[in-house]
């Protein structure tokens, strides 16, 4: 279930699932989901055995999360915080994140409404980087990044801020989707930007980062 104005799983929650499934997630492991949303990935990875705690700064996604965990049977805990402000001291062997990414015309990041979800300034990058930036004192060595954005807000950014930060990053997935609804509506700013050229279709990229 998603509550209004929280985002409901799409093709990126999909990738990033299929991503944690390739790891190495059993009993015992700490996972950090930030910005949980609906919780869809949390739950995945509870199920996969994980210890879970999911963090979002929005009230309806905290509700939604706790939600659909009570629904799926499984222990989750979710927090409401600004990223990891949440768990101050805190460290985990995985950090999992689909940030809001998506380009705006507009370069205030929205503090309600369901725009919270995806808009994420000029560049896409508002949140991204913040994680980026945050991942390696919650990381616990050998402990691994995964996270979903749009090629539109620039992979090779994301790996160089990473490696900057430390850590050991790459893009280990890749997906070709259509535009969805406010990307269409869209086309002309992210043209003007020179963030899109002619395609019709957006790539959504899962980047890893390993704590060494």
């Known amino acids: 279930m998603t509550l209004p104005g929280v985002y409901a799983p799409q093709d990126d929650t999909g990738l990033l699932a299929r991503a944690l499934g390739r790891e190495a997630i059993g009993p ?75 380009p705006s015309p507009s370069g205030q990041v929205p503090r309600r409404g369901a725009a919270r979800s995806w808009d994420a300034g ?45 850590l050991e990053a790459s893009v280990t997935d890749r997906a070709l989707i259509p535009f969805g609804p406010v990307l269409r509506s869209r086309q002309a700013f992210l043209r003007r930007q020179g963030l899109l050229g002619d395609e019709e279709k957006e790539e959504l990229v899962v980047i890893r980062a390993e704590r060494t």
């Open 28 to 102: 015992g492991a700490d996972l950090l989901d930030l910005g949980t949303g609906s919780g869809a990935l949390a739950v995945h990875a509870a199920r996969l055995g994980a210890q879970v705690t999911a963090v979002d700064i929005a009230r309806r996604a905290v509700l939604t999360a706790r939600l659909n965990a009570l629904v799926a049977r499984q222990r989750i805990t979710v927090l409401r915080g600004d990223l990891t402000s949440a768990v101050p001291g805190r460290s985990y062997d995985f950090v999992a994140s689909n940030p809001p990414y998506v």
């Open 122 to 166: 000029q560049d896409g990058r508002a949140l991204v980087d913040r994680i980026c930036d945050a991942a390696p004192a919650v990381l616990r060595p050998g402990g691994v990044l995964l996270m979903v954005h749009s090629a539109l807000c620039d992979t090779d950014a994301t790996l160089a801020r990473l490696s900057t930060a430390g």
